[in-house]
């Protein structure tokens, strides 16, 4: 009993903090994976969404493909990470139900103890009451016995020395008649002397028993005391043992649920690490088909750009030819115009002359035409939204080279209207194969010397297809057609059809 209420405890702390210690290891390792794993998917979608600006101007199955790809592959290493996270809590939810179930053993064990304990000094008590009941029963009954006896001899001794002299002993020898009638007295004295010796011998012994019976008693109830406190010990030992081993059963049972969970878990994400990795082979392959069809879709938009760009050089040659004429009728006008003024005056010289007074003509200054004064904002944005691209080279991912985006991309939904960026002249307005999806070109004419072209690309629908448009007149709207990964507005800028930055005009 000692052992085990020294024990017992233990056994109960240990089942009890070796489930909660594994709960909130596995827990706490479970949150810092989850935090981890949360912090590159983050990462990731940032990079697939970067992705989907640097694919801009790809064909859209190419792009979709590539970026489907990336998405995998970004994922296996989370799916990676979480078989790994799942396993390791499958083994630590495994060895916390091993753990359990041997507590669950050896709080059974110490419950089975506790109880015999328990009826082993159920008996004992039983056994020492028992024998004091006896012992009491013995006790009253020789007690009852003594007293009888002693009743006996002392109503002997009172017969001898006290009774009358016909019926004491005494007179009952000495008051014989004759030798004969004296023996038999004699004899009969002496018979009754024997009865009273016989029964001082029995009253001696029955005092030395009541003696011993007495403190046989007083030492079985200090027995029974002491078993009794012992069998209060026993029970309490008993029902905490029983209290200990439920416990410890309730323990095993949820580490052993904790462990079947974790195996399906671990299966489940096993599962899911599988199907990525097929899912990674098959767009493997689709990404390579769509790569073989992208140099020809390539080659296509490049001979499209190169139709564009061929007409946007002729529209400058020829607005620069028209500039030029500009330019040259109207010197021939001032210069018309300064010669009548010269001739005006000289005719207001010799007037005067003939008059006989003097008159000095004004000089006229040479014929200068107006200089070119577009300011550096000339253009107006055609939308409001944020900038997700810039012009410049950057790097295509699937093709591993270098290429010019060459505009700018404002991130806006579709459907947002998109308005011409100054006054001129719409020279193509439809649907472009080359990836610009519905495409509609202004001609500006001649600023600063170079022939200025704006693009907008991607364009949902066209309201206006021909014609001359006002600033901020509503040309579309935005969308995401031809080759674009999303919604959003191309906005292009040409210099004598030669792209550049619109920053630089807006």
């Known amino acids: 009993m000692r052992r085990y209420e020294k024990t017992g405890p233990a056994a109960r702390l240990t089942a009890a903090g070796l489930v909660v210690a594994c709960s909130v290891s596995v827990g706490s390792a ?60 499958q083994a630590q939810a495994q060895a916390a139900q091993v753990a359990a179930e041997a507590t669950e ?46 009743d006996a001899l002392d109503s002997y001794a009172a017969e001898v020395f006290q009774g009358s002299e016909q019926e004491s002993q005494l007179g009952m020898v000495f008051g014989s008649t004759s030798p004969q009638d004296f023996a038999n007295r004699l004899v009969m004295a002496d018979t009754a002397s024997a009865v009273a010796s016989d029964t001082i011998d029995k009253l001696a012994a029955m005092t030395v028993d009541n003696t011993s019976t007495r403190s046989y008693l007083t030492s079985v109830r200090g027995e029974i005391a002491d078993l009794k406190r012992q069998a209060e010990a026993a029970l309490r030992g008993a029902e905490a043992a029983a209290a200990a081993a439920t416990q410890a059963k309730n323990q095993a049972v949820v580490a052993k649920n904790n462990a079947i969970t974790a195996t399906q ?46 007409v946007l050089v002729e529209q400058a040659r020829k607005a620069r030819i028209a500039e030029q004429k500009r330019v040259a009728a109207l010197r021939a006008k001032l210069e018309r115009e300064r010669q009548a003024r010269i001739a005006a005056e000289r005719a207001k010289a010799a007037a005067a002359a003939q008059n006989g007074s003097s008159y000095t003509p004004k000089p006229q200054p040479p014929v200068t035409v107006p200089t070119d004064s577009t300011p550096s904002n000339f253009l107006t944005y055609p939308a409001n939204g944020p900038t997700t691209s810039g012009f410049g080279m950057r790097w295509h991912p699937i093709l591993q080279k270098w290429m010019l985006h060459d505009g700018l991309d404002w991130g806006i939904p579709c459907g947002t209207p998109v308005y011409a960026a100054a006054p001129g002249q719409i020279i193509r307005a439809g649907w472009r194969a080359s990836g610009w999806g ?17 693009t907008y690309n991607h364009l949902t629908s066209i309201v206006d297809f021909g014609g001359a448009v006002n600033r901020g007149q509503l040309i579309g709207y935005s969308g995401t057609t031809g080759y674009s990964t999303g919604c959003h507005l191309h906005f292009g800028v040409y210099e004598d059809g030669t792209p550049v930055d619109p920053r630089g005009w807006l």
């Open 30 to 89: 479970l949150v810092a994976r989850a935090d981890s794993v949360s912090d590159q998917k983050k990462r990731n979608d940032q990079k697939i969404a970067a992705l989907g600006q640097q694919l801009e101007g790809t064909n859209a199955s190419l792009a979709r493909a590539f970026v489907n790809l990336e998405r995998t592959n970004a994922a296996l290493p989370l799916a990676q990470q979480r078989v790994v996270a799942a396993q390791g809590a």
């Open 105 to 150: 053993a050896r709080a059974i064990d110490a419950e089975a103890k506790a109880r015999a304990h328990n009826e082993d000094v159920a008996q004992r008590l039983a056994v020492a009451q028992a024998n004091q009941q006896r012992a009491t029963e013995q006790l009253a009954k020789s007690s009852t016995e003594l007293v009888t006896s002693q």
């Open 265 to 310: 878990n671990a299966a489940a994400a096993k599962t899911q690490l599988d199907q990525l990795k097929a899912k990674q082979s098959a767009q493997a392959a689709d990404l390579a088909v769509q790569r073989k069809n992208e140099a020809a879709d390539l080659a296509a938009a490049q001979a499209e750009s190169a139709r564009l760009q061929a």
């Open 438 to 454: 519905n495409q509609v070109v202004i001609d500006h004419g001649i600023h600063r010397g170079v022939d200025l072209v704006t």
